[in-house]
């Protein structure tokens, strides 16, 4: 059965103070690990999809990476406009619980 | 282009009632997903249609039915709700067919249930 952790469950950042949200998975047969945006009163957006370990895509100040066991979504220097939820999936069907993003002027 | 569209945004049910919640895409997917969020338990996956004229189960599938209408329409209902369903309940599409697959999905904007 298909598992997604992600931590922390919340991250209260400074605007400019970079960090990163973790996502740790078990999943037989990887078949790309996906991460999307969800603002409040809206629908996750899509970001980034990754495919094998060592892979990374970047957006903005976004940059998401993955290894065999565990991605990670750093956010380099943020905004207030980049506050939200950022969701982990595998496979499209197993969501983590999300991490949320309150980046403070 | 209005991608994924629910209807309707807010509804307030009392315990027993039926309602049935609406999805349409227009990007011309062929998998359809039914999700409800709740707090700290992240998207729950309840249905989904691999392809027109297919459902299958989630993981969460008690208490709902679906109905694959055609392949822009799938649609959620409850047909004795309980307080246990209030929730978020988003709709998604993706291109591809198949329960999963390397494709994004695209989400609707969510109705907002509350059963009394």
């Known amino acids: 059965e298909d598992q997604v952790t992600q931590s922390p469950e919340a991250l209260r950042l400074q605007e400019g103070e970079s960090s990163s949200l973790n996502c740790s998975y078990t999943v037989s047969g990887l078949r790309g690990l996906f991460w999307y945006r969800q603002d409040p009163g809206k629908g996750p957006e899509f970001l980034f999809t990754l495919y094998s370990a060592g892979e990374e895509k970047e957006k903005e100040r976004l940059k998401a990476t993955l290894t065999k066991k565990e991605s990670f979504l750093h956010i380099t220097a943020p905004k207030p406009e980049d506050s939200a939820t950022y969701l982990c999936a595998v496979r499209k069907l197993s969501f983590g619980a999300g991490t949320t993003v309150t980046v403070r002027a | 282009n209005a991608g994924v569209t629910q209807t309707p945004k807010f509804q307030v049910l009392k315990t027993g009632q039926s309602m049935t919640l609406q999805c349409a895409q227009d990007m011309n997917h062929n998998s359809m997903y039914w999700y409800r969020q709740d707090p700290g338990m992240g998207l729950r996956l309840i249905y989904y249609s691999a392809s027109e004229g297919t459902t299958d189960k989630g993981e969460v599938p008690n208490g709902y039915n679906v109905s694959r209408l055609n392949k822009r329409e799938f649609s959620l209902r409850l047909e004795s709700a309980a307080p246990s369903q209030t929730s978020v309940y988003f709709c998604?599409?993706?291109?591809?067919?198949?329960?999963?697959?390397?494709?994004?999905?695209?989400f609707g904007d969510g109705t907002r249930l509350s059963i009394l």
């Open positions: 998604a599409s993706r291109v591809g067919q198949g329960a999963g697959g390397n494709q994004p999905q695209h």
